[in-house]
């Protein structure tokens, strides 16, 4: 069993920054790292993920405002978000494509 854990969430004006963590009980360095949001009532949806090789891949609506990243040694994966637009406001949920995911931690944005 991995256990994920989502800190950094919390209300923040347009246009503001906030960074999450994911901070994972058992390694992350065999995995693509992934952060997914969600509203109430629609689908899941990818935001931004991270393989092994550091290599990254965004959602078109997020590129060149957030970044992905990740630190095996502390078993972490970070994504700060910039830029923060209205419909940002989601749940945010970190997985490790293996079946596990965090409970979340929702983002409020504020105009």
């Known amino acids: 069993q991995v256990q994920l854990v989502e800190s950094g969430g919390g209300l923040v004006q347009t246009g503001g920054s906030l960074r999450l963590s994911c901070a994972a009980s058992?390694?992350?360095?065999?995995?693509?790292m992934g952060w997914y949001r969600q509203i109430p009532g629609e689908p899941r949806e990818v935001v931004a993920a991270?393989?092994?090789?550091?290599?990254?891949t965004y959602r078109d609506s997020v590129k060149g405002r957030f970044v992905i990243s990740r630190d095996n040694a502390r078993k972490t994966v970070y994504l700060q978000m910039n830029s923060i637009k209205p419909e940002d406001a989601a749940t945010y949920y970190c997985?490790?494509?293996?079946?596990?995911w965090g409970q979340g931690t929702q983002v409020t944005v504020s105009s």
């Open positions: 058992g390694s992350i360095g065999d995995f693509v």
């Open positions: 997985t490790n494509h293996r079946g596990f």
């Open positions: 991270v393989r092994t090789d550091g290599s990254t």
